[in-house]
C-alpha cells in the first residue's frame, strides 16, 4: 500500500480555539498535541486573535510532539477566512480578524445590493462579512497608516496559512482552497481577480502567489535540520481530505467552533443556492470543487455552556442530555448571525419554550440538538443539487454518541464516524505526504477506518414535527440586531 516508510509528516493544524500539531506515520497512525490560544471580543460581534501568540503557540506544540522524531515534511491546514496583515520582519500592524467577526456586516450588506450576482458567479462565495475581503480593507482603512504602506509594498496580507508559510519559509505563498475563501479569487480562473480587487480597494500586490495544494512552500530549519512545508489545505478542505472523500458526491461533516458541510464535486463547479461553491484543493495543476454550507456556532455553543457553569466539561453533556424530560425546549444559538442557509448577520440567539420546570439538563440537550438542526438546514439545501446517502463526520462534538445518534435520526441518513478523529490534521498531512511520495491518492481509501456507524430510528412523522418547530424558533431568532 505504501510507497516510502521514511519517518513522519508533521501537520500543524491551526484552528479557530486551538493550535495542535500532530505526527502522522506511513499507515496513518496519528499522535497530537495541543493548545488553546486567547480569544479577543474587542465590541459585540467582533472576534480577533493575536497572530504572534498563535504563531508562538503552534511553534510550542510542534516542538513537543516532534522531539526526537525525524520529520520529513510539514503539511499545514488552518481556519480559514481569518486575516492577517504584516510587514517585511513578520510583524503583524493588527490583531488577527477572525471569521466569526461581524464588523463588516454593514459594509457587505452596502456591496451586496449592486455586486452580490457578480461575487457569486467569480468566488462561488456569498457577498457577507464572514469572508476575507472585507476585512483586509477595514485593516487598510481604519489602521494608522497601514493603506499608505501597502501601497509601498511594505506590507503582506494573507489568510493564516500564508502568515505560517512566512513565519516558517520567509516566502510569501497560498494555495487554492485557502485563496477561494477571500472573496477575492475567481474560482473559475484560478487567479486573483482584479474587479474584486478594485472593489475592495485591495492592491494585487500584498496578497500571496498562489501555488497548487501538494506542492514544496519552501524549507524551515525549526527543527534544526532543513524541512519542506509541503502541502497546505485550509482546514475543511483538509477534514474533506482526511476523510477520504476524494471522489464526487461523498459529503462530510466537522463538529467543531462551528460546523462545516462539503461533498466533493469533482472538476464540476456546481452552484446551489445559498451555499457555497468553493475549491477543495488542487494538485499537479487539476483543480477539485466542492460545494460547502458553514454553520457558524455549534461547538462553541457548548463552550458557551461550560462557561456558565452549566456543563463541568464536554464529556458530561451526553449523560445530560439523556437525563432530559422536556423535549419542547429549543435553542438557536444565533451569537454571530447565521451562516447556511440563512445568511443573517443580524439573527441572535433565542432559548424558546422555557418553563418553571425547564432544568439544565434540558438547555444540554437543545444546545445538542440545535447542532444537529442546524446541519439538517445545509444537508436540506444539498439534497436540492444531490443525493446523499452517507455522511462521514469528524471534529470534538462528533464524539458525542447522543449528538450522532440524535443527527442520523433527524437527517434519516446514516452517519459514519472514523477510528481517527483527527481528520483535518491527517488531511494536511495526506496533502504532504502525497507531495513527498508516502502515499497515492488511492492509499487514502484503505488507510480511513469505520469507527461507528449510527443508523437512523426516528419515524417520518416525528422527524418532521420536530424540524417544524426548529424552523419556527429560528424564522423568530432572524433579524434581531438589526436597526
Given amino acids: 500500500m505504501i510507497l516510502i516508510s521514511m519517518g513522519k509528516i508533521l501537520a500543524l493544524d491551526e484552528g479557530t480555539t486551538n493550535v495542535k500539531a500532530s505526527l ?14 486567547k480569544q479577543i471580543y474587542p465590541k459585540p460581534g467582533w472576534v480577533e486573535h493575536d497572530p504572534e501568540e498563535i504563531w508562538r503557540t503552534q511553534v510550542e506544540v510542534a516542538r513537543e510532539v516532534a522531539k ?27 490583531n488577527a480578524i477572525v ?11 452596502e456591496i451586496k445590493k449592486e455586486y452580490e450576482g457578480m461575487i457569486r458567479e467569480k468566488t462561488g462565495l456569498i457577498a457577507d462579512a464572514y469572508f476575507s475581503a472585507s476585512k483586509i480593507k477595514w485593516i ?47 474560482i473559475k480562473k484560478g487567479e486573483w481577480d482584479d474587479e474584486l480587487l478594485e472593489l475592495f ?64 464535486t469533482g472538476n464540476e463547479l456546481k452552484y446551489s443556492k445559498n451555499l457555497l461553491t468553493t475549491i477543495a484543493w488542487r494538485i499537479k495543476g487539476k483543480t477539485t470543487y466542492a460545494i460547502e454550507g458553514s454553520v457558524f456556532i455549534t461547538g462553541a455553543a457548548l463552550k458557551w455552556l461550560k ?78 443539487s444531490m443525493n446523499i446517502t452517507e455522511i462521514r463526520v469528524d471534529g470534538g462534538a462528533s464524539k458525542n454518541n447522543y449528538l450522532m445518534q440524535f443527527q442520523a435520526d433527524i437527517l434519516g441518513i446514516p452517519v459514519l464516524r472514523p477510528k481517527i478523529q483527527e481528520t483535518t490534521s491527517l488531511g494536511a498531512a ?25 443508523e437512523p430510528k426516528m419515524k417520518e412523522r416525528e422527524r418532521e414535527k420536530l424540524y417544524d418547530k426548529w424552523k419556527d424558533a429560528v424564522s423568530r431568532a432572524l433579524g434581531w440586531a438589526k436597526g
Fill in 24 to 37: 502522522v506515520d506511513e499507515n496513518g497512525n496519528i499522535i497530537t498535541h495541543s493548545k488553546e490560544f
Fill in 68 to 94: 526526537d522524531e525525524k520529520i520529513e515534511a510539514i503539511g499545514i491546514t488552518n481556519q480559514r477566512e481569518t486575516i492577517v496583515i504584516w510587514d517585511k520582519e513578520g510583524k503583524p500592524i493588527y
Fill in 99 to 109: 471569521w466569526q467577526c461581524r464588523r463588516t456586516a454593514d459594509m457587505m450588506e
Fill in 140 to 186: 487598510l482603512d481604519n489602521v494608522p497608516r497601514a493603506r499608505e504602506r501597502a501601497e509601498k509594498g511594505e506590507l503582506m496580507a494573507g489568510t493564516i496559512d500564508s502568515y505560517l508559510i512566512y513565519k516558517l519559509t520567509g516566502k510569501h505563498l497560498t494555495e487554492p482552497s485557502n485563496a477561494s475563501r477571500t472573496m477575492l479569487f475567481n
Fill in 201 to 264: 480597494n485591495i492592491p494585487k500586490s500584498i496578497l500571496p502567489e498562489v501555488k497548487n495544494s501538494s506542492h514544496i512552500f519552501g524549507y524551515t530549519k525549526l527543527f534544526g535540520r532543513e524541512v519542506s512545508v509541503a502541502g497546505v489545505l485550509g482546514d475543511q478542505q483538509a477534514a474533506l481530505f482526511g476523510q477520504a472523500c476524494i471522489n464526487p458526491g461523498i459529503l462530510k461533516v466537522t463538529y467543531g467552533t462551528g460546523n462545516f458541510l462539503l461533498t466533493n
Fill in 307 to 384: 462557561r456558565l457553569g452549566i456543563l463541568k466539561n464536554y464529556e458530561e453533556s451526553e449523560d445530560m442530555a439523556k437525563k432530559s424530560k422536556d423535549k419542547d425546549l429549543f435553542f438557536v444559538p444565533a451569537f454571530s448571525g447565521l451562516g447556511s442557509p440563512y445568511w443573517d448577520p443580524y439573527a441572535r440567539g433565542l432559548l424558546i419554550g422555557i418553563t418553571r420546570g425547564t432544568e439544565k439538563e434540558d438547555i444540554v440537550r437543545a444546545t445538542l440538538e440545535s447542532i444537529a438542526y442546524q446541519t439538517m438546514d445545509v444537508v436540506e439545501e444539498m439534497k436540492k
Fill in 430 to 454: 495526506f496533502i504532504a505526504g502525497i507531495t513527498m511520495g508516502f502515499w497515492k491518492m488511492n492509499d487514502l481509501h484503505r488507510v480511513w477506518e469505520e469507527d461507528r456507524r449510527f
